[in-house]
């Protein structure tokens, strides 16, 4: 080691004498001294790097507690909030349904202190984590018992676990669906120990081939919502009132998977229609199961809801407990719920009822002030401009329906798509990332997700 590079490694200030001094004390107040000592014994680490690399001191040596302050505020959160204007409403990657303030305010109560999670004021001994919110969804659903567990994919294997195991599950061929990351009902049956059996064609299948399929060893008759892709043309299936009555006639239970599942009519806010499990458990369907992330608008939760006598084995499993729902989800699925009985502001209160609901006209508008502000940053190297577009709902619901849109687009006007993978890339490493698309040749940025202008082009900022 040269005398200079001594010198230089000599001016490193020990840990020690650092954590000591006065610069030192609002920063160990605010993370306490394990962090910072793990932090600091890095930035040695590439101080000593740099100067064998480059032989002189880094810049930010000169000021060591305002380089340690610097580094302790760009740690990163495992969640980053972002500007969804992808066009998913729901988009799974990006978390889904937002919550509506209630549910975030009950969240937050919740994680504060104690709460009645399984504890009975009335008598002052255990309750049921899912009884207040069960009650909840049988007032709005008519069903008569209901179980909540972490997502729906749970939902349907608690229940072919606890009704199927061993026994034989009657499907129709045109609706064992898969979901995303590889998700298959197929493979499902098969973690719950139950035989599958598939009935009629991929594009019809009638009543009398789940009548034929019966046997002593069937034990479930299921329909699974094809809520991710929608088979046109020549087709037939069979009705949940209809399966019903076949189940019952045999006495053998029937199942819906919804996937999505909406709590409300769609077509009252001139939305596509979606089955309603209100509507299933009145055909007569024994359980039904849902999302509570999707179109219900709430956290990620799976529902199960139907007869009391299958609920009860449901709730006495022993993997009920693996895949219970905690006190936050249950806080805030109980918040979501409530904004059900207030039918006549649901669209104003819950998050995703409203974006899906936005005029193309309110979101032109919006196109326009948005582009108004950002020529001005973006102009010199892309042309802008406010064009419609079409707003998928996401999270395989209501698949093949669009909703009109509009979207601020970035053509380049040199180097086409590596300056749109520069400004995409530039724009995932903000504060607050803003996610557009990239297609035909342009970034689109879909407003239909966008409800504070002004965040965004203060992020947008040069």
């Known amino acids: 080691m040269s005398a200079e590079s001594h010198h230089l490694y000599s001016q490193l200030p020990a840990i020690d004498s650092l954590l000591r001094s006065s610069e030192m004390a609002p920063l160990l107040d605010e993370y306490g001294a394990a962090l910072l000592t793990e932090t600091l014994r890095l930035m040695q680490a590439e101080a000593r790097e740099y100067i064998g690399q480059f032989h002189t001191l880094a810049d930010w040596c000169a000021d060591w507690p305002a380089a340690l302050r610097q580094r302790l505020n760009q740690r990163q959160p495992a969640l980053k909030p972002v500007f969804n204007l992808s066009g998913t409403v729901l988009h799974t990657n990006l978390g889904r349904a937002p919550l509506a303030e209630s549910a975030i305010a009950a969240v937050t109560d919740a994680m504060r202190g104690a709460v009645t999670l399984e504890y009975s004021l009335s008598n ?43 026994k034989q599950v009657v499907v129709s061929r045109g609706e064992l669906v898969e979901i995303g990351g590889a998700f298959r009902i197929p493979d499902v049956m098969r973690q719950a120990g139950c035989e599958l059996v598939e009935v009629g064609t991929t594009n019809r299948t009638h009543l009398k081939d789940y009548h034929q399929a019966i046997n002593e060893h069937t034990g479930l008759l299921m329909k699974v919502h094809t809520s991710n892709y929608s088979i046109e043309g020549f087709t037939a299936s069979v009705t949940e009132q209809q399966l019903a009555a076949l189940g019952h006639e045999f006495a053998i239970p029937t199942a819906t998977d919804l996937g999505s599942g909406s709590l409300v009519d769609m077509t009252r806010y ?151 993978e520069a400004l995409t890339a530039r724009w995932r490493g903000l504060a607050k990332p803003v996610i557009g698309r990239v297609a035909d040749g342009r970034l689109w940025l879909d407003l239909r997700c966008l409800e504070d202008e002004t965040a965004l082009l203060r992020e947008l900022a040069p």
């Open 270 to 420: 001139g939305l596509p229609a979606e089955p309603m499990p209100q509507q299933l458990i009145a055909a007569g369907v024994d359980l039904v199961t849902f999302s509570g992330d999707k179109l219900l608008g709430g956290p990620q939760a799976g529902i199960i809801l139907g007869k009391k006598q299958w609920i009860e084995q449901l709730q006495q499993h022993p993997l009920k407990r693996v895949l219970r729902a905690d006190k936050m989800t249950l806080a805030a699925l109980d918040a979501t719920l409530r904004l059900y009985q207030q039918p006549d502001r649901l669209s104003e209160l819950l998050p995703t009822l409203r974006l899906l609901t936005r005029s193309a006209q309110n979101i032109a508008e919006s196109a326009q002030r948005v582009l108004a502000a950002l020529n001005g940053s973006y102009g010199a190297d892309f042309t802008l401009a406010a064009e419609p577009c079409w707003s998928q709902i996401g999270s395989g619901s209501l698949p093949v329906d669009r909703l009109p849109s509009w979207a601020v687009t970035f053509m380049p006007k040199e180097g086409s798509g590596s300056a749109l």
């Open 124 to 166: 002052a001994v255990r309750g049921h984590r899912d009884r207040a919110v069960a009650d909840l969804l049988c007032e709005l659903t008519g069903a008569e018992d209901a179980c909540i567990v972490n997502n729906n994919a749970a939902a349907v294997f608690l229940m072919l676990t606890v009704m199927v195991a061993g």
